[in-house]
């Protein structure tokens, strides 16, 4: 069954360093997805691309977050510099089209200390 | 109001019992819904896609009430392995939204 990869599993960072995650969308599918989720929260949306167009990243933090996928397959999202309330988990997900349900990979937890 | 709202519970069922969850959301334009399920530490799982007219997988039911603006799922015969957070998500706008979710516990 095709996945969502995603790396790495796990990240601890100091705070102020730079950080990146990695992502490999289901063969085929357009659209993809950065969440972030906090323990206790549902996921949101960090930014949302559709081929390699960015068309909602309205949530990002853009002074620090910045995602790219330049060739419309897989994706990265940096951090930098990474601050003590970004640990999180990081979902990535992807989907054939904005309005079919979407495929998680397993997620980065990511600990700033 | 928030886009998409859930009850978090925690909701502690016995096992065999009945239990139903709704969600509101307040985009009366939203094109499409889901339900996910999330085990502790791990990716939400796509469980359904709610149509207008309903739709059953085994012990599965959701519905979506269009002019009240709410979903539902309802769990039947619940078993051990049901017990997860439930998130219920629309999409509108092309932007998939998540609640909170609803925490199941089944108990023996």
Redesign the interface.
């Known amino acids: 069954e095709a996945e969502v990869a995603q790396s790495p599993r796990y990240k601890i960072t100091e705070k102020s360093q730079a950080v990146a995650f990695w992502c490999d969308p289901i063969s085929g599918h357009a659209t993809l997805y950065w969440y972030r989720q906090i323990l206790g929260q549902g996921p949101e949306l960090l930014v949302q691309f559709q081929d390699e167009s960015v068309v909602d990243d309205s949530q990002l933090p853009k002074d620090r977050f910045s995602a790219e996928r330049l060739k419309g397959v897989d994706s990265t999202l940096k951090i930098q510099p990474a601050e003590l309330g970004d640990s999180a988990m990081y979902l990535c997900a992807s989907s054939l089209g904005p309005l079919v349900g979407a495929f998680f990979g397993q997620g980065t937890r990511l600990t700033v200390v | 109001r928030k886009e ?1 709202e859930q009850d978090p519970g925690p909701f502690n069922v016995p096992e065999g019992a009945t239990v139903a969850f709704n969600c509101t959301y307040s985009n009366s334009a939203s ?2 819904f ?1 339900w996910y399920r999330q085990d502790c ?6 469980l359904m ?1 709610v149509y207008s007219s309903g739709n059953e997988d085994g012990r599965f039911t959701a519905q979506l009430n269009r002019a009240s603006q709410y979903i539902s799922l309802l769990i039947r015969d619940s078993k051990l392995s049901d017990s997860a957070t439930y ?1 219920c ?1 629309v ?1 509108a706008d ?8 609803t925490r199941l516990t089944i108990i023996p």
């Not at chain 2, 530490?41 to 796509?46: G, H, I, N, S, T």
């Not at chain 2, 092309?94 to 979710?101: N, S, V």
Request: glycine residues 10%; positive net charge.
């Open positions: 998409v094109q499409s889901f530490r791990k990716e939400p799982k796509l896609s998130l998500v999409n092309e932007k998939l939204t998540f609640g909170t979710g």
